[in-house]
């Protein structure tokens, strides 16, 4: 009765997770940052090249002059992340919808992104001076500070883009030898027009009315509130936690953390970048590499501690030196569903304990070392198939101390791991009897 309950529970938990997973709008989210992930890998790139080679190599004068080259792709990534993923949501969307236009949505995202912009803007001087100004739009609302208002007006404006698209009476079918395009361009040109004017109504209405424009109340009222919360220890501990905990039973963890705390931790990290690549103080200790650098060490549930604990421990199991031999050059690169699947630490009660506290362990470890000074803070976004020790280093900037930290937690994270493999091989081997 008890196995009964346990296990309706368990499928209940199952079915609710993998319907948060692929609700539509989220996977439309986690696709389009996938699509953008190259862009913020070179901003990453530039960010080390103009904060650490270029240091060593030139001086201050020479500096000055290269810096150009690393600003110029700072505005071609990290400050046009808010307009790019508007209009990537808008594509992403429509065709996890199977809409069939798809870049006029997209078009149409980016469209009402800018409507919703103010048409002043504070600005800074070439002498510092601090003035109105009109006709421009600004990197601070098309960079990081407006990529929320991007996500949310490229769902909201794709959402009512198909919807009046689908309403045959707005529809304008002008027949004949027309091009497809042309004929394409008059179907979708009512909706086109109503979704744009929409939005520029309430774009005036929050003008007219209180002085105020929708990105500005975006990242005032939602964005930073959630960005503190979900991105501090205790609320990045508990998302991750929960997002790997839902990988041990086979969902994999970016249906949790991919949708609520991954969008929030590239702001940090692009905030970061920017900091860095003006010389300011960096503002964030938790970003969207800090996380995967030391909590995600081999792959979720930093299963590198696990191959190595296996390699140096139960190198006389058969099974188990089997699957860390297949299991390990995957794992340098961190990608561990080998690992997770063979073993298996799916389903496997005493696996998924280790699995879920030895990245908290790790992140605890780095926000401390990082908190009081001992490491940099995250500033170069690298890719996350970078091995250990060697992601550590780029990510802080070219701090060895970083390296020796990961080393701190690797080593600890095998201690972990350990007591619950002989546990698990326990339980293997009695099951392995009865079964017999």
Known sequence: MTNTKSKSFTDKFTEISMRFGSQVHLRSLRDAFAIMLPLFILAGIAVLVNSVILPKILNEAQIQVAQYWAISIQNATLNMSGLLICGLVGYTLSTNKNFEHK??????????????MPQVIDVTGINQENIQASGLLSYTNLGTTGMFGGIIIGLLATEVFIRLSNTKQLKINIGGDVPPAVNNSFNNLIPSILTLLIFSLVSFALFALFDKDLITLIATIIQEPLRKINTSLLGT???????????????????????????????????????????QEIPHIINGTFVPTFGMIGGTGSTICL????????????????????????????????????????????????????????????????AIGFINKVTVMVPWTTPPLLNAYLATGADIRAVLVQLVIIILGVLLYLPF?????????KQAKIDA
């Open 103 to 116: 870049i006029a949505a997209s078009m149409i995202s980016i469209a009402a992104l800018i409507v919703m």
């Open 421 to 429: 493999i002989k546990i698990s091989a326990k339980a293997l081997e």
């Open 307 to 370: 191959l190595i604990a296996l390699f140096i421990f139960f190198r006389k199991n058969k099974q188990y030196r089997q699957i860390a031999g297949l299991s390990v050059l995957p794992g340098i690169f961190n990608i561990n569903e080998p690992v997770i699947f063979g073993f298996p630490i799916v389903f496997n009660l005493p696996m998924m304990i280790p699995f879920v506290l030895t990245p908290v362990m790790g992140i605890v470890i780095a926000y401390i070392a990082t």
């Open 237 to 279: 501990l508990l998302i991750y936690s929960t997002g790997n905990f839902l990988f041990t039973l086979g969902i994999h963890q970016t249906v949790v953390n991919g949708t609520i705390l991954d969008p929030l931790l590239l702001v940090n990290m692009n905030e970061n970048m920017a900091a860095a690549s003006s010389g």
